[in-house]
């Protein structure tokens, strides 16, 4: 593949493979013989790299000759609704200093030690989400009873999660559609840097193309 990149005017890259053959093909693509620069533009699946010890002797796939960028949408970034974050709706820095200082309190504490954690591989992030959603769901649906709900009525109650009701998620806000399905959620764009090993957070993107209203308001 790498000779015919090198011989088309292509600049840019879409791979949409698995993390194994993503890291084949960066180390390939960096010892082509042309001198250009690609960008090359994944998924989620991308942060795997960063624990992937057969990677770690080949960052230097991406400062070869004229380098190369690796930029992929994140499952989830501190630095979207970090202190540093413009962002005004869609996410909330409340929720996610809450995330990091639980994650700062449990690394040292014995015997509920879980480790150092690192949030910049998003995965910390959306598992406490996820918990997150499943009690906020728990919680809607046991209001005034003193049974606990049924799974099939927890499910039923994610329906009801937008407006007043979404999850102030770390990752952002989390408004499920009448499906069920998020709707508009945030996601982290973001970069992998060679000289830290680690994803660095360009930017935030929507599906909808643009930030959700205050109330997170949903289309019919």
């Not at 910049?120 to 709900?149: E, F, L, Q, W």
């Not at 799974?151 to 806000?173: F, I, K, T």
């Not at 970069?191 to 935030?204: M, Q, R, S, Y």
Request: with cysteine.
């Amino acid at each position: 593949m790498v000779p015919d990149i090198c011989a088309s005017a292509a600049k840019t890259v879409y791979f949409a493979g698995r993390p194994v053959q993503l890291r084949q093909f960066l180390v390939e693509l960096g010892n082509r013989t042309c001198n250009k620069h690609y960008t090359v533009i994944s998924g989620s699946h991308a942060s795997t790299l960063t624990v992937d010890e057969k990677f770690d002797d080949h960052w230097d796939s991406l400062t070869k000759g004229a380098g190369i960028t690796l930029r992929y949408a994140a499952l989830a970034h501190p630095g979207a609704w970090g202190e540093s974050s413009t962002a005004t709706t869609g996410g909330s820095k409340a929720a996610l200093k809450e995330l990091s200082d639980l994650v700062q309190k449990f690394a040292t504490k014995e015997p509920d030690s879980i480790g150092p954690a690192d949030l910049s591989d998003g995965r910390v992030i959306i598992t406490y989400d996820a918990v997150s959603t499943a009690v906020a769901g728990i919680r809607n649906d046991a209001v005034g009873s003193v049974k606990m709900p049924s799974l099939s009525e927890v499910a039923d109650s994610w329906l009801r999660l937008h407006g007043n009701n979404r999850v102030e998620g770390a990752s952002g806000w989390i408004c499920l559609d009448q499906y069920g399905n998020p709707y508009d959620k945030t996601v982290s764009m973001v970069h992998l840097d060679p000289a830290t090993k680690t994803a660095v957070f360009d930017g935030i993107a929507w599906p909808a193309g643009r930030a959700p209203d205050a109330n997170c308001s949903i289309p019919s």
